[in-house]
């Protein structure tokens, strides 16, 4: 029996699409390829006596039963001074993240800049030994704790793709919520386009009813605020806005978690009304009620970037409402 072929919705690749030139991207700065290029350029002699210096024996025995080279796994001051970058190698294959590796206790905040944007700093200069020792403590548990029969080249690649594969989706998300954060600030700009508002890049003012000056503005956390001038340094703090881009809708209870905390907190800083903007399909009002009873209105992105239908409607005439226009 033939199938409904307009019951099957198969969504677009366009994450995969990114990931494909962000991982191009990522073989000549902190993958595998970038190392073998660096290594070609090194004093092996020199590169040799660090190995036999950092890295243990048996860790070093094992990968030369391989016919791999010590640097696959273990980084050098040499290696790291001639490709900073290559931080990002090791800390890939160690299945850390950049929260993971260079946060809070690690020591290693002050190495960031060699992963991120290649610079050695005189103080991160001073420490490469230690940062090198500390390393092949680590990797060393790693080479020495898998199956030998599984050690290979391609194999030390797959483990640092396994770990840049979530860091990929955690940065498409963020660029996701930035575009809907976008999105809903256009939005209003076209509310308020009829009143001749001063645009800026991440600003709208604009004169209400009573000729005052109201203020849309990104923010931090909540991610747009309306303020209302009311007079000298007096300002009313009209509406936070809390915007959710991820349209994973398995996700949907931490997003609206995250929403109720922002809400919670602009409420103690005397927010009159808190708005849940969600980019899910099958959104249940009910369920996001119970998440988030701090929220005043809820909306879909898709029906407001439609520009039409009581949706939309409802969202216009709201922000005109607490606007004053």
Same mark, same amino acid.
């Given at each position: 029996?033939?199938? @409904? ?259 919670? @907190? ?60």
């Amino acid at each position: 029996m033939a199938s @409904n072929r307009h019951s099957i919705s198969v969504p677009a690749p366009d994450l995969q699409i990114l990931f494909g030139a962000e991982i191009e991207r990522a073989r000549k700065l902190w993958l595998m390829d970038a190392l073998l290029e660096t290594v070609g350029n090194a004093d092996i002699t020199e590169l040799d006596a660090e190995l036999a210096k950092i890295a243990p024996p048996e860790a070093r025995r094992l990968l030369a039963t391989k016919g791999l080279r010590g640097e696959l796994a273990f980084a050098t001051p040499s290696i790291l001074r001639a490709n900073p970058r290559l931080l990002g190698y090791y800390r890939l294959l160690l299945g850390l993240s950049q929260k993971e590796f260079f946060g809070n206790g690690t020591g290693l905040s002050g190495f960031k800049s060699m992963e991120t944007s290649g610079k050695l700093t005189m103080p991160a200069e001073s420490r490469l030994d230690d940062l090198c020792a500390s390393l092949a403590f680590s990797c060393a548990r790693l080479v020495t704790s898998l199956n030998p029969d599984w050690i290979s080249k391609a194999f030390l690649h797959d483990l640092t793709i396994l770990t840049f594969g979530p860091q990929l989706r955690g940065g498409a998300n963020n660029r996701r919520g930035q575009a809907a954060i976008g999105a809903v600030f256009e939005l209003i700009r076209e509310i308020v386009s009829g009143k001749s508002p001063e645009v800026g890049g991440t600003s709208i003012r604009v004169s209400n009813a009573a000729g005052r000056q109201v203020r849309i503005e990104f923010a931090a956390d909540p991610d747009i605020v309306i303020l209302e001038e009311m007079g000298g340094e007096r300002v009313r703090k009209s509406l936070a806005i809390e915007i959710k881009g991820g349209s994973d809708i398995s996700n949907i209870h931490n997003r609206l978690g995250e929403a109720e905390k922002s809400h919670r @907190n602009a409420k103690q800083d005397g927010y009159s009304e808190c708005w849940t903007v969600v980019n899910v399909d099958g959104f249940d009002p009910v369920f996001a009620r119970q998440e988030s009873p701090t929220t005043d209105h809820f909306f879909e992105l898709l029906k407001l970037v439609s520009r039409s239908g009581d949706h939309y409607c409802h969202f216009r005439d709201q922000i005109a409402s607490v606007i004053g226009i």
